[in-house]
């Protein structure tokens, strides 16, 4: 019915830089709001950023000013550039998204984690 695909993850050195993709596909009428979530081992996971279908963004502290959510609406894609990059961003990201089916269904998805490491 719905899959959320993600892709650009993977290792980096501290200081550079990431775009994470999560492409949305199925049978999908529209896309209400997309996000970023992060979860390291042993912790809840938590809200890295967020955009809505009319691009109202939010981000969490910790990646404010280093990182940017973005949505191409034609491709069913957000996008989340992540920027000098640390340490402790080191974590699983997870996408998640409200979406939009016929007959006024609305369900929230999550897709695959993919792993961030940043290391030196």
């Known amino acids: 019915q719905v899959q959320l695909v993600v892709s650009g993850g993977g290792p980096v050195q501290p200081g550079g830089s990431l775009r994470l993709s999560c492409a949305a596909s199925g049978s999908i009428v529209s896309i209400y709001t997309m996000g970023w979530y992060r979860q390291a081992p042993g912790k809840q996971r938590e809200l890295v950023a967020a955009?809505?279908?009319?691009?109202?963004?939010t981000y969490a502290d910790f990646v404010k000013g280093r990182s940017t959510i973005s949505r191409d609406n034609a491709k069913n894609t957000v996008y989340l550039q992540m920027n000098s990059l640390k340490f402790e961003d080191t974590d699983v990201y997870y996408c998640n998204a409200r979406l939009g089916f016929s007959g006024n269904l609305m369900l929230g998805s999550w897709g695959q984690g993919t792993q961030v490491t940043v290391s030196s």
């Open positions: 955009i809505t279908s009319g691009g109202s963004t």
